[in-house]
């Protein structure tokens, strides 16, 4: 494994105009919808890290031609719902939960047998979440005893619909068996604890398949259907334009655009919690793009003041609370967290590495079981381990912004996994980093 070391010296400010790569969660199902709809799908802007082309190998060792990814364009043949092929051996999903989850609604519709494998922080992660229903739906998937990959997926299966109340709010699980319900014998009906991500939802629709939404929190798909192919352009992603977004507001002098931001209501959470604690973001040109709405997204420096952070935002902002933490370690005042627990099965324990983090920095933040209270002070330069999680390295390097000292970064080779370039790109705002093989 690859050994990166982040170094921050004291930097100024952010400032100029950037656009971060194409978004991770509509990439990942870009290249599903598209290896499983009939034609020939094209995108554009397409996020070229390492999960999501831990997807598109996947669908290649299926049997699906695709091309590229060159300059975010890539261009897939789609094989239709029933044209997959059984792929030589396990599928290695790397780092990605996405690809996990969402892979084996797909997977358990298939004839043929499968295995879904991935690194030491994939193969640790729940995976009953998604088993577990996809089992109520007649499929047949083991796992390890601890519910955890590999999944040895039993193809075959005749799957019928479900009526299903998802006990966590999960975008992953609702979009996996929305995918089984392409393949499921009647009606597969969920309901979510909280509006989560909708981009499965908004790209049936854009591949031409009929979903039912029964409500705010309930969606419905029958199978049986089709998907035809259509062309996709990705917008930038939130997830992480949210690194620049909190390292502007902390950076006295900062004036940063932001281009072309996807701006879905059920991502926005980081500028709505970083709007509550005095940020001054604008929100120019709103317009759709490939039924995303996106906008480019002005951030300049403000004071900020720690604030209870309501729950309702949390599914929101789920991706962002690394980031978020060190707004809260720069804001005057206490920041609390709670109902966020789903922190601590990310690609790593997200609460408990933050407040290890935050404290090498000289930081008071105390760990809860569901969330963390954040005394903002003064950042202190220190030596921090990401414990190998692209959002933790990448929200650390931002403190480097209002650090009174040097700031290491250990085990950052993961930035790759959602966020290729990110060091040339928060340089060339105005971050003093290098990178340390
Ligand atoms: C994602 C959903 C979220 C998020 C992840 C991407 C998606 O996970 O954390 O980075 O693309 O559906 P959960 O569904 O586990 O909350």
Same mark, same amino acid.
């Given at each position: 494994?690859?050994?990166?070391t982040f170094?921050?010296?004291?930097?100024?400010?952010?400032?100029?105009?950037?656009?971060?790569?194409?978004?991770?969660?509509?990439?990942?199902?870009?290249?599903m919808f598209?290896?499983?709809?009939?034609?020939?799908?094209?995108?554009?802007?397409?996020l070229?890290g390492?999960?999501?082309?831990?997807?598109?190998?996947?669908?290649?060792?299926?049997?699906?031609?695709?091309?590229?990814?060159?300059q975010?364009?890539?261009?897939?043949?789609?094989?239709?719902l029933?044209?997959l092929?059984?792929p030589?051996?396990?599928?290695?999903?790397?780092?990605?939960?996405?690809?996990?989850?969402?892979?084996?609604?797909?997977?358990?519709?298939?004839a043929?047998?499968?295995?879904?494998?991935g690194?030491?922080?994939?193969?640790?992660?729940?995976?009953?979440?998604?088993?577990?229903?996809?089992?109520?739906?007649?499929?047949?998937?083991?796992?390890g005893?601890?519910?955890? %990959? =590999?999944?040895?997926? !039993?193809g075959?299966?005749? @799957?019928? #619909?479900?009526? $299903?109340p /998802?006990?966590v709010? &999960?975008?992953?699980?609702?979009?996996?068996?929305?995918l089984a319900?392409?393949?499921?014998?009647?009606?597969t009906?969920?309901t979510?604890p %909280? =509006?989560?991500?909708? !981009?499965?939802?908004?790209l @049936?629709? #854009?591949?031409g $398949?009929? /979903?039912r939404?029964? &409500?705010?929190?309930?969606?419905?798909?029958?199978?049986?259907?089709?998907?035809?192919a259509?062309?996709?352009?990705?917008?930038?992603?939130?997830?992480?334009?949210a690194?620049?977004l909190?390292?502007a507001s902390?950076?006295p002098?900062?004036? /940063?655009?932001?281009?072309?931001?996807?701006?879905?209501?059920?991502?926005?959470?980081?500028?709505?919690?970083?709007?509550?604690?005095?940020?001054?973001?604008?929100?120019?040109?709103?317009?759709l793009?490939?039924?995303?709405?996106?906008?480019d997204?002005?951030?300049?420096?403000a004071?900020?003041h720690?604030i209870?952070?309501?729950?309702?935002?949390?599914?929101?902002?789920?991706?962002?609370?690394?980031?978020l933490?060190?707004?809260?370690?720069c804001?005057e005042?206490?920041?609390?967290?709670?109902?966020?627990?789903?922190?601590?099965?990310?690609?790593?324990?997200?609460?408990?590495?933050?407040?290890?983090g935050l404290?090498?920095?000289?930081?008071?933040?105390?760990?809860?079981?569901d969330g963390?209270?954040?005394?903002?002070g003064?950042?202190?330069?220190?030596?921090v381990?990401?414990?190998?999680?692209?959002?933790i390295?990448?929200?650390?390097a931002?403190?480097g912004?209002?650090?009174?000292?040097?700031?290491?970064?250990?085990?950052?080779?993961n930035?790759?996994?959602s966020?290729?370039?990110?060091?040339?790109?928060?340089?060339d705002?105005?971050l003093?980093l290098?990178?340390q093989?």
């Open positions: 494994m690859t050994i990166l170094f921050i010296e004291p930097s100024g400010a952010l400032c100029g105009q950037s656009r971060v790569p194409g978004d991770k969660s509509i990439s990942h199902r870009a290249i598209g290896a499983l709809a009939d034609g020939i799908t094209t995108i554009t802007g397409f070229d390492e999960d999501c082309l831990a997807t598109l190998n996947a669908f290649r060792a299926m049997g699906v031609v695709i091309a590229g990814p060159d975010g364009r890539v261009t897939i043949h789609g094989v239709g029933h044209g092929q059984a030589a051996g396990p599928l290695d999903l790397g780092n990605s939960g996405t690809s996990m989850r969402l892979m084996s609604g797909i997977l358990a519709g298939q043929f047998d499968s295995v879904l494998t690194d030491a922080s994939l193969t640790r992660r729940p995976m009953r979440r998604i088993t577990e229903p996809l089992t109520l739906m007649r499929a047949q998937i083991a796992t005893e601890q519910g955890t %990959a =590999p999944l040895q997926i !039993h075959g299966q005749r @799957l019928i #619909g479900i009526d $299903y /998802l006990p709010a &999960s975008a992953q699980i609702k979009s996996g068996l929305l319900g392409l393949y499921a014998e009647g009606m009906r969920i979510e %909280a =509006p989560t991500r909708d !981009h499965t939802e908004r @049936l629709a #854009g591949f $398949y009929l /979903l939404r029964d &409500s705010e929190r309930t969606v419905a798909i029958s199978g049986g259907g089709h998907l035809t259509t062309p996709l352009d990705v917008p930038a992603d939130i997830s992480s334009a690194f620049f909190v390292g902390i950076a002098g900062s004036d /940063l655009v932001l281009e072309h931001v996807g701006i879905n209501p059920t991502r926005t959470g980081v500028i709505d919690i970083l709007r509550l604690m005095g940020a001054d973001i604008e929100i120019l040109n709103p317009r793009a490939g039924g995303e709405p996106v906008a997204l002005r951030v300049r420096h004071p900020l720690g209870r952070i309501p729950e309702a935002l949390v599914p929101l902002a789920i991706d962002e609370f690394p980031a933490f060190i707004a809260a370690a804001a005042g206490v920041t609390v967290l709670t109902g966020a627990a789903e922190l601590r099965v990310k690609e790593s324990d997200r609460i408990q590495v933050m407040a290890e404290n090498a920095l000289q930081i008071a933040a105390g760990a809860t079981a963390i209270v954040i005394q903002g003064t950042l202190a330069g220190g030596t381990n990401s414990h190998g999680d692209h959002r390295a990448m929200s650390f931002m403190a912004l209002r650090a009174s000292g040097p700031i290491r970064i250990l085990d950052c080779a930035v790759n996994t966020f290729p370039g990110f060091a040339d790109l928060a340089r705002a105005g003093k290098q990178e093989a």
